[in-house]
């Protein structure tokens, strides 16, 4: 992954610049995680995007013609760009860099939830304030993933920490105490 941060940092970094010099970080940020939601979902754009028998004036066209209308020119100008450097393989990691450095300059933290069922706007607003009274940083961005195998509860990873409140968690836990104690 090192290698591949190197690689898609100058791109990230120099999109962030251009998005705050245009006042539109906020709105690129939210297109990037769409576009990285289609990207990881769709096999045939990603396979299509990063084929390299496709001629980069195709790929572009083909990105211009889906995404266009839907995405700010800053970033339709980063996919053009990646496309004319042969570069598509590595947009997944370009667009989360990009917002990881979007997070770091608006000071973000980003938990990583796992939950056994889907949570409602109340309990997803108290988490959110109890992850972000925890974190102590100006706002927490809550990335949520529905686990039916926690059984019930729920796991939270922010950065190297991880609270785990799931029945499975605790049950695993139970199960070693007692392996402990015979």
Same mark, same amino acid.
């Given at each position: 992954m090192p290698l &591949?941060? #190197? =690689?898609a940092t100058p791109y990230a970094e120099a %999109? =962030?610049?251009v998005t705050d010099g245009r006042s539109e970080s906020d709105d /690129? @940020? @939210?297109q990037c995680k769409e576009l %990285? @939601? /289609?990207w990881d979902s769709s096999t045939a754009l990603r396979d299509a995007? #990063? !084929?390299p028998v496709l001629e980069p004036a195709a790929k572009k066209q083909a990105l211009a013609q889906l995404l266009a209308e839907?995405? +700010?020119p800053s970033l339709m100008n980063l &996919? +053009? /760009?990646l496309a004319d450097r042969q570069r598509l393989t590595a947009l997944d990691a370009v667009l989360r860099r990009y917002l990881e450095l979007y997070r770091e300059s608006r000071n973000i933290s980003l938990a990583h939830v796992r939950c056994a069922q889907a949570l409602s706007d109340d309990q997803t607003k108290a988490l959110t304030a109890k992850v972000q009274s925890m974190v102590g940083t100006g706002s927490v961005e809550i990335d949520l993933t529905i686990d039916a195998s926690l059984i019930g509860g729920f796991v939270i990873n922010i950065g190297s920490q991880v609270i785990d409140a799931s029945l499975s968690g605790q049950v695993r836990r139970l199960g =070693? !105490? &007692?392996a402990k104690a015979s």
């Open positions: &591949l941060n #190197t =690689l %999109l =962030l610049q /690129v @940020a @939210a %990285l @939601a /289609v995007m #990063t !084929s839907q995405i +700010k &996919l +053009k /760009v =070693l !105490s &007692l």
